[in-house]
């Protein structure tokens, strides 16, 4: 059987493995806009140097595509735990209300 209170803990890891996810993809992206060609590794740079400055930015751009959608992963799955932890907490007030009632 599952509880709330163990579908909550669930979301939450989760949620942090997305944000992890988030990070490393921000990480690389960073790592990426930073790598250039030097000079002497190509004989021919005529296509290197019209290439590999897109090369970058499209693959700068999908990995923090990646890094917001991974984001927003981890922000909708603790979305979900507030909003299992609140129904929680008021049916558990409902009930309570109801036992303390006097007849």
């Known amino acids: 059987m599952v509880t709330v209170a163990m579908a ?3 979301l939450t890891a989760d949620a942090e493995r997305w944000t992890g996810v988030s990070t490393a993809l921000g990480n690389a992206a960073s790592a990426v806009g930073g790598l250039t060609v030097a ?4 004989p ?18 999908l990995l923090i595509s990646g890094r917001n ?9 603790l979305n979900v735990k507030r909003v299992i932890t609140s129904a929680d907490e008021r049916a558990k ?3 309570e209300q109801f036992w303390d ?3």
């Not at 590999?52 to 693959?59: A, D, I």
């Open 93 to 95: 007030e409902s009930i």
């Open 44 to 61: 021919s740079r005529g296509a290197v140097d019209t290439l590999y400055p897109s090369l970058v930015e499209k693959v700068t751009g």
């Open 69 to 77: 959608e991974a984001k927003e992963v981890s922000d909708e799955l």
């Open 8 to 10: 909550a803990q669930a």
């Open 39 to 42: 000079s002497g590794d190509f």
């Open 101 to 103: 009632y006097t007849f």
